[in-house]
């Protein structure tokens, strides 16, 4: 059984900087696609960023946040910087993965980014 297991979220303060880790585990083939995505109260959930074959930003957080993977560990970080009060959300790790029942979609259970002073 796959499992795709959140890290690194908090309060911060505007200008601040946080780094999210998000891990997969289990019975592993082949990790097509990691990202992150991200939940504001009242809103629907938005894709932050993404690393597959390219690296994918969405427009509000360009030049501000940076993914990175590491496939030794089946990994995928998303560094923070100057972040601001719209950042606040709940961030979500997705993962599309290749293991023993095929490929599937996996979220994890999220984490709370919240920015404020």
């Known amino acids: 059984q796959v499992q795709v297991v959140e890290s690194g979220g908090g309060l911060v303060q505007p200008g601040g900087s946080l780094r999210l880790s998000c891990t997969a585990s289990g019975t592993i083939f082949t990790i097509i696609v990691m990202g992150w995505y991200r939940q504001a109260p009242g809103k629907q959930r938005e894709l932050v960023a993404t690393?597959?074959?390219?690296?994918n930003y969405a427009d509000s957080v360009k030049g501000r946040f940076t993914i990175s993977r590491d496939n030794t560990k089946n990994a995928v970080y998303l560094q923070m910087n100057s972040l601001k009060p719209e950042d606040t959300a709940v961030y979500y790790c997705?993962?599309?993965?290749?293991?023993?029942?095929?490929?599937?979609?996996?979220w994890g259970q999220g984490t709370q980014v919240t920015v404020s002073s």
């Open positions: 690393s597959g074959g390219s690296t």
């Open positions: 997705n993962a599309d993965i290749v293991g023993i029942t095929g490929k599937r979609n996996y």
